[in-house]
């Protein structure tokens, strides 16, 4: 049975800013990813803080909605059989300290809040995160 699936990518303002975005594109592509639709956009804070929303009882919400809306981002529709978890195994743990080697946060990850890759957490928040940003 295929479970084909569409998941959000967000490559984050740390990479942008050091100019990764086609190398980390590359690296969905060489593990199957299909980059269904992409842009480079950059978000208001007030547009941060919709996209955080879930987080806005954490400690780290202010922070991060500053830095998600500091500079520019690449949004992406990744398409696989199934994305939603293949992205978060490849994009690897939060901390980038805790990464596993080979995935995107250990290779190109500065710190927690600065871990260059976003990942929708399941197939119902993809919808979510994918309407938020390409629904138009
Ligand atoms: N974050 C942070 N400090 C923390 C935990 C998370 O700055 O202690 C940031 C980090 O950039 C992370 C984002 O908040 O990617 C969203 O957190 P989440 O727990 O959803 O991690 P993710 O799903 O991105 O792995
Ligand atoms: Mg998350």
Do not use: W
């Not at 980059?35 to 987080?55: L, M, N, R």
């Not at 500079?71 to 490849?90: H, T």
């Amino acid at each position: 049975m295929s479970n084909v699936e569409q998941t959000l990518s967000i490559i984050k303002p740390d990479a942008v800013e050091r100019n990764l975005q086609e190398e980390i594109k590359n690296e969905f592509k060489r593990n199957d990813f299909i980059i269904v639709k992409d842009k480079k956009i950059h978000i208001s804070k007030k547009e941060a803080e919709q996209f955080y929303k879930v987080h806005q009882a954490k400690p780290f919400y202010n922070d991060l909605c500053n830095y998600l809306s500091s500079g520019p981002i690449v949004v992406m529709i990744l398409e696989k059989e199934n994305a939603v978890l293949d992205n978060r195994n490849l994009m690897g743990a939060t901390n980038p300290k805790e990464a596993k080697e080979g995935t995107l946060r250990n290779k190109y990850g500065l710190s927690i809040d600065k871990n260059s890759a976003h990942g929708s957490d399941s197939v119902e928040n993809a919808k979510i995160e994918i309407d938020f940003f390409f629904k138009d």
